[in-house]
């Protein structure tokens, strides 16, 4: 239960960062409560997951659920760079992140 807590704070997490995006492009209020709720949520199943899982492993997976898919986000919605080193690089920061959860903490 920990880990899909986890998992749900970096999906949040991932919303959270899109709105603020979406905030500078548009600036309406739907977009600002998202953003609000979008991190909300993140910061409460990070608590959550924070439990059963270290702190120093659920906030690295926490963040680089968030950068990755974040990044991926920009990619597919806001033509960011598709760069195959871009791609490369957060290949290994989600590499790190399955290593995390195989060491078992």
């Known amino acids: 239960m920990a880990w899909f807590s986890l998992i749900l704070a970096g999906a949040f997490e991932m919303v ?5 995006n979406q905030f500078h ?12 709720l979008g991190f909300g949520a993140s910061f409460v199943f990070l608590s959550i997951a924070m439990k059963d899982i270290s702190m120093g492993t659920a906030y690295a997976v926490w963040t680089g659920i968030g950068a990755c898919g974040s990044a991926f986000v920009g990619m597919i ?3 960011e760079s598709r760069e195959w080193r871009r ?8 590499a790190a ?6 060491i078992g903490e």
Do not use: N, P, T
Not at 25 to 36: E, F, G
């Open 25 to 36: 492009v548009k600036r309406s209020v739907l977009s600002l409560v998202l953003l609000l």
């Open 16 to 20: 959270g960062v899109a709105m603020i």
């Open 97 to 102: 992140v399955i290593g995390l959860k195989l």
């Open 77 to 79: 919605w806001y033509g």
């Open 87 to 94: 791609i490369l690089f957060i290949g290994m920061i989600i």
